[in-house]
């Protein structure tokens, strides 16, 4: 039987931001985009006003455009968002950086308008459970130490109360494809293994996460699920510690 994957949900934290943005900002036009890194999201900005750009449940670590003489502006620290405005009537590219280390581009296309604030919407990284027996599928404490598993293999969070290895061993997987394990981290009743997966053929790779489910793994989480080639992007794996009786 092929795993369920869960469906997923705006986290509270994410619709409190943009409940922020509306009350703070209620003379700013909404535009919402998904972020997607290697994608470029096209938005329109004031040329008379200031613009804010924020990632929903997120901070804004830092704006960049290619010619400074563009843009005014920057990200602020404590509010992590960032206020910018446009120095020219063309369109032009920005990188916004996110604190989560993923990089967004945008194209700014100026108009004579009020004042726009653009939410970029992180993907967040769910676990599709594999089928286990019974008793552990309604036990949510299980659940939840699965969850803070894979928050401490993504970095969302900080590691407590397990062994953390760091390594690179490469595994055969697929033609056109490198594997290696990165990071091992083990708990009392679970190991959750981090892999990176590169692209080396010519042809873009569709990955699906059942691929990766065999004896033992009750979870696995891929970052994204289309690669183009020359791209990399990580493989979260999570099984029953066999030591554990």
């Given amino acids: 039987m092929q795993p369920n994957r869960l469906k997923k949900s705006r986290p509270l934290e994410s619709i409190l ?6 009350v703070t900002g209620q003379a700013h036009a909404l535009q919402v985009v998904d972020g997607v890194e290697g994608k470029t999201l ?9 613009n804010r750009i924020a990632i929903e449940g997120g901070k804004v670590r830092r704006i960049k455009a290619a010619d400074d003489a563009m843009l005014t502006g920057s990200a602020d620290p404590d509010t992590g968002q960032a206020l910018i405005q446009p120095l020219t009537q063309d369109p032009f590219g920005i990188f916004v950086f996110s604190q989560t280390g993923k990089t967004y581009t945008l194209v700014l296309q100026p108009q ?9 919407r992180e993907q967040r990284i769910e676990a599709s459970p594999a089928s286990v027996p019974g008793a ?8 939840q130490a699965i969850k803070g598993m894979l928050q401490a293999l993504t970095g969302e969070t900080t590691p407590g109360g397990v062994e953390a290895r760091k390594t690179w061993e490469e595994i055969r997987l697929w033609k056109g494809s490198r594997f290696a394990l990165e990071q091992t981290l083990t708990s009392n009743s679970l190991v959750g293994e981090r892999y990176r997966l590169f692209n080396v053929s010519d042809a ?3 990955i ?19 690669l183009e080639p020359g791209r990399s992007t990580l493989v979260f794996i999570i099984k029953r510690n066999a030591e554990v009786n």
């Fill in 17 to 22: 931001a943009g409940i922020a943005l509306l």
């Fill in 204 to 206: 873009p790779m569709r």
């Fill in 136 to 143: 552990i599928e309604k036990s949510s404490s299980y659940q």
């Fill in 112 to 120: 004579d308008i009020p004042g726009e604030s653009i939410v970029i």
């Fill in 42 to 50: 096209f938005v329109k900005v004031s040329t008379r006003d200031l």
């Fill in 208 to 226: 699906a996460e059942q691929e990766f489910y065999k004896k033992g793994v009750i979870a696995v989480a891929v970052r994204d699920l289309d």
